[in-house]
Structure formats: C-alpha cells, structure tokens
C-alpha cells in the first residue's frame, strides 16, 4: 500500500521561504516521476514541478527561478524548496508519484503566504 505524507507548510510572509517534504513508503520509489502540485479555493489543481526518475526536472513557468524539485531515493523522499514566495502560491500542496499507469496522492500540506 503506497503512503505519500507531506510536511512542511506553514504560514510565511511574502518573499520567505518553505521546504515541503514528501516521505514515500511503500513502492519502489525510485522508478516513480514525482510531482508536486497545489490547489488553491475555488481553483483546479496544477502542476508545480515533477522530477523523473533519471532526475530531469520540469517547472511551471510560475514558479521558474524560485522553486527548486529535489529527490532523495535513498530517503524515499522528494522536496519542495520554495523561495521568494508570494501571496499567489498559497494553496493546498500535495505530493504525486507516477509510474505508468499507477499514480499516488499525498493528503496534502498548507502553504499560506501572508504579511
């Protein structure tokens, strides 16, 4: 049975920093894409950044320069670096992993951004 179990978020001012972690048990962890992604109220749910398994990266262009995607399969965890924030990325983050036709969710960490 899969396990993804966020943390890290919390409440940070405008321009702060937060690193998310996403512990991952029960799957090979290191075949699986993982992606971060976030739904703020009354919005869909978006991708914010995935990392493969071979590391490539992808972002969204929101984010671009101020997050960071990270992966330890040593760990069987996958990081959120996030910096410079802004009022716009509050949101629900949830943590996704992907191999094939199998994909699993986190129950997801809050991100708000406030002064």
């Known amino acids: 049975q899969a396990q993804l179990v966020e943390s890290g978020g919390g409440l940070v001012q405008p321009g702060g920093s937060l690193r998310l972690s996403c512990a991952v048990s029960?799957?090979?962890?290191?075949?699986?894409?993982m992606g971060w992604y976030r739904q703020a109220p009354g919005k869909q749910r978006e991708l914010v950044a995935r990392?493969?398994?071979?590391?490539?990266?992808f972002y969204t262009d929101s984010v671009k320069g101020r997050f960071t995607i990270s992966r330890d399969n040593a760990k069987n965890t996958v990081y959120l670096q996030m910096d410079s924030l802004k009022p716009e990325d509050a949101a629900l983050y949830y943590c996704?992993?992907?191999?094939?036709?199998?994909?699993?969710w986190g129950q997801g960490t809050q991100v708000t951004v406030s002064s």
């Open positions: 996704n992993a992907e191999w094939g036709y199998q994909y699993y």
């Open positions: 029960g799957i090979t962890f290191s075949r699986y894409t």
């Open positions: 990392i493969s398994s071979g590391g490539s990266t």
